[in-house]
């Protein structure tokens, strides 16, 4: 009877386990490393600029992109296609984490951002400071992602 019981046990344990699936991001199991990325949004000459304006990812590496805004004018980060490829794992700004679905930063003069994620759709996008006046000065660039 003892016998039963258990092997009744472990079959509902089995079930229970195939209908309830706890599954992780596939790099939540052992977290890789961030590799930390620095763009800049203008300069303190307030050119209208991204600093890199080309950026690289490698899709299903985690990155952390740090933002910042040297000018004295606010700046937008605009990465809408780029951004529906991806995976935010967060967006940290001042005291404030921000967890979901990205698509725009606005960054005030001598701010600093961190968005972390992990691309996963390769292709090639576009960043833009949605200003009037700002991407047609030349503050736009391109952000790829690789297999």
Known sequence: MRFKITLAAWLIGI???LCNPIVPPVWAANKPA???????LSNEADELKFVPDRLEFEAGKRY???LDNPSHQKHYFT???FADGLWTQKVEAGNVEIKGAIH???LKPEAIAEWVFVPLKPGIYEVRCTIVGHTEAG???TLAIVD
């Not at 961030?34 to 800049?40: C, D, F, S």
């Open 15 to 17: 079930v229970w386990a």
């Open 34 to 40: 961030v590799q930390e990325i620095q763009v800049h």
């Open 64 to 66: 952390k992109l740090i």
């Open 79 to 81: 990465a809408k296609d």
């Open 104 to 106: 725009e930063l606005e």
């Open 139 to 141: 503050m736009k660039g």
